[in-house]
């Protein structure tokens, strides 16, 4: 072929893909632009995300690699101090420069997606960064997956907003980093794209632009997170066999006591927060007081281990392949659960998704004990009831069943546990439902816009309008 005949074939190959390409673009009526910065939210959030859980590592090594050097009163003195001076200047940071970066944060995206809460992510990323690194470091029991999605959900703002983009691509843009968020604090894209669909589907506004946005910022996040730290799930486990169909009427009534736990831990959630709001009555030194104290126990606690402290994630896979005895099982699942709301309730940056994970397996651990005990003629395996038990406290409490039994399946990657897992987190919730509950999120952002509608309302001189203590 001559040069002049390969130039021309050469520029109608190049014209066809042209065509092929507008065509593809003319029909998908989706914009580029949006894609594209759909796909830069995920890479941030996955790079910041991803950085988040190391720091806060990294903090709590180079605490123990310190306090080694120590032993006796002096060890434990600057345990308390150590971790106090981390939860003080969290809490310091949060009530000085973002009220709203404190606790969870998915509340706040909650709100922000309604339009009901202000998004500040010039204040938000950095307070949420750093102060939440601090309070996980000081070994209070509180989750990094809450503060990733409020780090998340604020970078897809930021990024909205540094572009100008019009309300609806700045909503969806919210939403696919809040997935994003979780997806790499977890290592679980599905489970991030369900969160958003499911969990968040009252706020969520469906449209094949947002749930493209969604899926693009996750595959990036994932990415990215897995480029950072690594390609292995969260929990190292053994595959276990699926459950053999004579247990299924176990997984049920494990199912509903699940439910009746994350009923009343939902209860005790709104309850604890308003002993804390009474005790220290907006003043801020009073709340750096009060958590410098906390932090400074649990900094205490975390020198003996046992899962008495921290988000238990690193804690999880042992109760699970290695359970301890029925009756030990029982005292720490009953200090987590007080240690929890003690923690997570006081306001300071942190979630309560790890714990209540931890919370779950602890009561699968302890009934699939309990039900081989009971039923010594059936095929029970301990295991698989503390996986299944982790995914229904979780739909119980925060009423997202299906994205439960995802985040269970993505971080244990046992696939073949999916169909007890449908029956107790069916169960769960369904027992969770007709209690009357609330899903925990919800219930945290009704009482945010109550608060704050009080605040203004007293700021205004309105009689009888004070903030309820």
């Known amino acids: 072929m001559s040069p002049a005949r390969q130039r021309q074939h050469t520029k109608r190959r190049r014209r066809r893909l042209r065509n092929v390409i507008r065509r593809f673009v003319k029909r998908d009526h989706t914009s580029p632009k949006i894609l594209a910065l759909a796909a830069l939210?995920?890479?941030?959030?996955?790079?910041?995300?991803a950085a988040f859980e190391f720091v806060a590592d990294y903090l709590i090594e180079r605490r123990f690699d310190f306090l080694d050097q120590f032993e006796g009163w002096t060890l434990w003195l600057l345990a308390f101090?150590?971790?106090?001076?981390?939860?003080?200047?969290?809490?310091y940071l949060t009530h000085r420069f973002a009220p709203e970066a404190g606790g969870s944060g998915i509340p706040e995206i909650e709100g922000a997606l309604d339009d009901l809460r202000p998004v500040r992510w010039w204040r938000v990323i950095p307070?949420?960064?750093?102060?939440?690194?601090?309070?996980?470091?000081?070994?209070?029991?509180?989750?990094?997956?809450?503060p990733s999605v409020q780090i998340g959900g604020n970078v897809g703002r930021m990024v909205a907003d540094l572009f100008k983009l019009p309300k609806d691509a700045g909503h969806a843009l919210l939403a696919a980093g809040s997935a994003a968020g979780l997806s790499a604090a977890f290592n679980a894209p599905l489970a991030g794209i369900l969160f958003v669909l499911e969990e968040m589907r009252p706020q969520f506004r469906y449209s094949f632009l947002s749930v493209k946005a969604v899926s693009t910022a996750v595959i990036l996040a994932t990415v990215t997170r897995q480029l950072l730290l690594g390609t292995q799930p969260v929990f190292h486990l053994p595959h276990f066999a699926t459950p053999h169909l004579s247990?299924?009427?176990?997984?049920?009534l494990l199912g509903c006591l699940m439910g009746?736990?994350?009923?009343?831990?939902?209860?005790?959630?709104?309850?604890?927060?308003?002993?804390?709001?009474?005790?220290?009555r907006n003043q801020r030194s009073r709340v750096v007081a009060l958590l410098m104290m906390v932090a400074g126990g649990f900094g205490v606690l975390s020198l003996y281990g046992q899962g008495f402290s921290g988000s238990g994630m690193h804690e999880i896979p042992v109760w699970i392949t290695s359970p301890l005895p029925y009756e030990a099982l029982l005292l720490l699942l009953l200090w987590r659960l007080a240690g929890t709301l003690l923690c997570f309730c006081s306001g300071i940056p942190g979630g309560v998704f790890a714990p209540s994970l931890a919370l779950g397996t602890l009561c699968g651990a302890m009934l699939g004990q309990l039900f081989s005990q009971l039923f010594p003629g059936l095929p029970i395996e301990t295991g698989t009831f503390?996986?299944?038990?982790?995914?229904?406290?979780?739909a119980a409490s925060v009423r997202a069943p299906v994205t439960g039994i995802v985040l269970v399946t993505e971080m244990t990657n046992n696939y073949g546990l999916i169909l007890p897992m449908m029956i107790t987190t069916l169960c769960a919730t369904l027992v969770a439902q007709m209690l009357g509950g609330r899903p925990i999120y919800s219930q945290i952002l009704e009482r945010t816009l109550r608060l704050a509608r009080q605040k203004t309302a007293a700021e205004a001189g309105q009689p009888g309008a004070a903030v309820n203590t």
């Not at 307070?127 to 809450?146: A, C, D, N, P, Q």
């Open 41 to 49: 939210t995920g890479s941030l959030a996955g790079a910041i995300c």
């Open 260 to 280: 009746v736990i994350g009923y009343g831990f939902n209860r005790a959630v709104n309850r604890v927060q308003d002993t804390y709001l009474a005790l220290h």
């Open 247 to 252: 247990t299924g009427g176990l997984y049920v």
């Open 386 to 394: 503390a996986i299944a038990g982790m995914g229904a406290l979780f």
């Open 81 to 91: 101090a150590i971790s106090a001076l981390f939860g003080g200047i969290a809490m």
């Open 127 to 146: 307070v949420k960064f750093f102060g939440g690194s601090l309070s996980l470091s000081s070994g209070m029991i509180l989750g990094r997956e809450g």
